[in-house]
Every structure is written in structure tokens, then in C-alpha cells.
T-cell receptor
Framework: NAGVTQTPKFQVLKTGQSMTLQCAQDMNHEYMSWYRQDPGMGLRLIHYSVGAGITDQGEVPNGYNVSRSTTEDFPLRLLSAAPSQTSVYFC??????????????FGPGTRLTVL | GDSVTQMEGPVTLSEEAFLTINCTYTATGYPSLFWYVQYPGEGLQLLLKATKADDKGSNKGFEATYRKETTSFHLEKGSVQVSDSAVYFCALKETNAGKSTFGDGTTLTVKP
């Protein structure tokens, strides 16, 4: 199993540009999440999904969109990039509670810089 | 809402010292509790977990006990190594919530 994969690993954008961060998992997990990590601020939840076709907002959703058309994929779209979105983005997935793998499995991250 | 409070860092220890990183939580239900570790340039990975009160999670010499009465899940290791230098995150996950709540992380540096 590849686990959770994210592309790209690094990205530089200009203010106002849009882009999609890709996330895929091959563990048949129902739950998927997107976080951003900024120095001194831990992990902040952007959006999450409890299954295909179902998404919800997290703590810092403004400026980001998500969709979940399949169990495997959970892309994050930046609509109009701003310097405040410079961060490291992590995608994570987990199995349902009551099963053996209710912990989150994280991807390697995407390091985004907005100029 | 749910919240996790971690001991502020950074923490610097000498090799073979005893480690404690405090973690307390606030939750409405009966969450699972986790410790994750992040090495430089990498994503988080699970270190240990506990799914119900009084459970003890353990891995690689680290351990933590789910204390419902004190709403705590403190991380301990009896003898740290240089290779334990990393950022440690405490987290909780409510049943069927589909998302986790993380503490701010504690940076541990172990010196030879």
C-alpha cells in the first residue's frame, strides 16, 4: 500500500493564482481531512469528509474548496491564492471508529509559498 | 468544543533523561486519544493511542495512560535518546466525528 499520497511536494504561486493540491489514499478509509501547519500554531483543520459526497468545514475554511467524488481522492482547491496561505498542507485519512485503524494516516505534505 | 492543551515547549533533555510531556483535553463525549510524532520535513505519524478510560498506549519505550478523571494523557519515556528529537502532538478524536483536534505540539531536543 502507498498509504496517503500528496502532490505536488513543493509549489510557488503568485497572488491571485488558483491551484489544486491532490490527495489520494489506498486504504479504503472513510474519513479524510486537510490541515495546514504554520510555525507555532500546530495543525489547523481546513475541511474534512466522512465519506464520498460528504464534506464539512473545519476551523479555517475560507479561501479553500474541497470535493469528495470517490473514497480514494480528496483534492483541496485554492481559489485565489494569498500570501496568508503560505504554509505546509497535510492530508490525512482514517478508518471508522470501532475498527483497528481509527488513527489518522498523514501524507508527506505540500509546501506552498504564495508571493 | 473539543480542545487539547499541551505542555509548552521547547523541551531540551540530556540523553537517558526521563521525559514527561503533559496533555489535557476537553471533550463532550468519550474520545480516543493519540500521540503523534513529526520528524523534520515529514508528516505526522502515530506514536501510540488509547481508545477508552484507563487504557495504556505504548510504543518504542513511550507510554501514556488515558485518565478520564483528570482528562489527561501525559506522554512519558524513561530514558530518551538523541533519535527521539522531534515534535510531539497530542490529539483527540470523538467517536464517528471524522476529524481530530490537535494540541500545538511540543518540540523535544535530546542532547548527547
Amino acid at each position: 500500500n502507498a498509504g496517503v499520497t500528496q502532490t505536488p511536494k513543493f509549489q510557488v504561486l503568485k497572488t491571485g493564482q488558483s491551484m489544486t493540491l491532490q490527495c489520494a489514499q489506498d486504504m479504503n478509509h472513510e474519513y479524510m481531512s486537510w490541515y495546514r501547519q504554520d510555525p507555532g500554531m500546530g495543525l489547523r483543520l481546513i475541511h474534512y469528509s466522512v465519506g464520498a459526497g460528504i464534506t464539512d468545514q473545519g476551523e479555517v475554511p475560507n479561501g479553500y474548496n474541497v470535493s469528495r467524488s470517490t473514497t480514494e481522492d480528496f483534492p483541496l482547491r485554492l481559489l485565489s491564492a494569498a500570501p496568508s496561505q503560505t504554509s505546509v498542507y497535510f492530508c490525512a485519512s482514517s478508518g471508522v471508529d470501532g475498527g483497528p485503524y481509527n488513527e489518522q494516516f498523514f501524507g508527506p505534505g505540500t509546501r506552498l509559498t504564495v508571493l | 468544543g473539543d480542545s487539547v492543551t499541551q505542555m509548552e515547549g521547547p523541551v531540551t533533555l540530556s540523553e537517558e533523561a526521563f521525559l514527561t510531556i503533559n496533555c489535557t483535553y476537553t471533550a463532550t463525549g468519550y474520545p480516543s486519544l493519540f500521540w503523534y510524532v513529526q520528524y523534520p520535513g515529514e508528516g505526522l505519524q502515530l506514536l501510540l493511542k488509547a481508545t477508552k478510560a484507563d487504557d495504556k498506549g505504548s510504543n518504542k519505550g513511550f507510554e501514556a495512560t488515558y485518565r478520564k478523571e483528570t482528562t489527561s494523557f501525559h506522554l512519558e519515556k524513561g530514558s530518551v535518546q538523541v533519535s527521539d528529537s522531534a515534535v510531539y502532538f497530542c490529539a483527540l478524536k470523538e467517536t464517528n466525528a471524522g476529524k481530530s483536534t490537535f494540541g500545538d505540539g511540543t518540540t523535544l531536543t535530546v542532547k548527547p
